[in-house]
């Protein structure tokens, strides 16, 4: 199995900065796309950002010009830089990746356990 480990979230000010950082880690990884979604109280799981393996990029429009997307593909990890952070962006971000282990022939999807961030008016 493939275990997503996410940290960076926390208590900012809006206006201010967060990085979220999620490692990925099985056995001889294969990780084709990444990407960061959000959840709000009584709304489905949206997406924020992906990037491919090739480095291509998506973001919703509410983050578009604020956040970015990164990955480090030595690492098995993605990134979200956050800035000019707003109240709305309060919720519990979920990383995910698209990927296959040793064990495994086709890719599927793999989520963390989530993390909250919470921006102060």
């Known amino acids: 199995q493939v275990q997503l480990v996410e940290s960076g979230g926390g208590l900012v000010q809006a206006g201010g900065s967060l990085r979220l950082s999620c490692a990925a880690s099985g056995s001889r990884l294969s990780i084709d796309a990444m990407g960061w979604y959000r959840q709000a109280p009584g709304k489905q799981r949206e997406l924020v950002a992906t990037?491919?393996?090739?480095?291509?990029?998506n973001y919703a429009d509410s983050v578009k010009g604020r956040f970015t997307i990164s990955r480090d593909n030595a690492k098995n990890t993605v990134y979200l830089q956050m800035n000019s952070l707003k109240p709305e962006d309060t919720t519990v971000y979920y990383c995910?990746?698209?990927?296959?282990?040793?064990?495994?022939?086709?890719?599927?999807?793999?989520w963390g356990q989530g993390t909250q961030v919470t921006v102060s008016s």
């Open positions: 995910n990746c698209n990927a296959r282990t040793s064990g495994s022939i086709r890719y599927r999807d793999y």
């Open positions: 990037i491919t393996s090739g480095g291509s990029t």
